[in-house]
C-alpha cells in the first residue's frame, strides 16, 4: 500500500514562492508517475502538473506553466512541486497523486491516480 504525505503548505504574499513535498512510503516513486493536482472551496479537483514514470516528460496547466515545476528526488522516495510568483487563484488544498500502473495516455485526470496524500493548504495573499 502506497502512502503519500504532503508538507510545505502555508501562507505566502503574492508573487511570492513555496515549494511542496510529497513522501511516499510503501513504494518508490521512480516507478511511479506522479501528479500534483489542487482543490479550492466549492470547486472542483483539478490538474496541476505530472511527470511521467520515465523521467522524461512533464505536463503543466495552462494556468502554472512557466510558474510551477515538478521533480522528483528518488533517493528520498519524494516529489516536489516548486511553486513561484504565486497568485492568489493559485489558493486551494494541493494533493500529490501516484499511478503506480503506469498507463499511457493523459495524465491530467484524477482517475488515472490509484493512490492519493491528504492534502496541504496554500493560501496565497493579494
Known amino acids: 500500500q502506497v502512502q503519500l504525505v504532503e508538507s510545505g503548505g502555508g501562507l505566502v504574499q503574492a508573487g511570492g514562492s513555496l515549494r511542496l513535498s510529497c513522501a511516499a512510503s510503501g513504494g518508490t516513486v521512480s516507478t511511479y508517475t506522479m501528479g500534483w493536482f489542487r482543490q479550492a472551496p466549492g470547486r472542483e479537483r483539478e490538474f496541476v502538473a505530472a511527470?511521467?514514470?520515465?523521467?522524461?516528460?512533464?505536463y503543466y496547466a495552462d494556468s502554472v506553466k512557466g510558474r510551477f515545476t515538478i521533480a522528483r528526488d528518488n533517493a528520498k522516495n519524494t516529489v516536489y512541486l516548486q511553486m513561484n510568483s504565486l497568485k492568489p487563484e493559485d489558493t486551494a488544498v494541493y494533493y500529490c497523486?501516484?499511478?503506480?500502473?503506469?498507463?499511457?495516455?493523459?495524465?491530467?485526470?484524477?482517475?488515472?491516480?490509484?493512490?492519493w496524500g491528504q492534502g496541504t493548504q496554500v493560501t496565497v495573499s493579494s
Open positions: 497523486a501516484a499511478d503506480v500502473n503506469r498507463g499511457t495516455g493523459v495524465l491530467t485526470t484524477t482517475g488515472r491516480y490509484e493512490y
Open positions: 511527470e511521467r514514470w520515465t523521467g522524461i516528460s512533464t
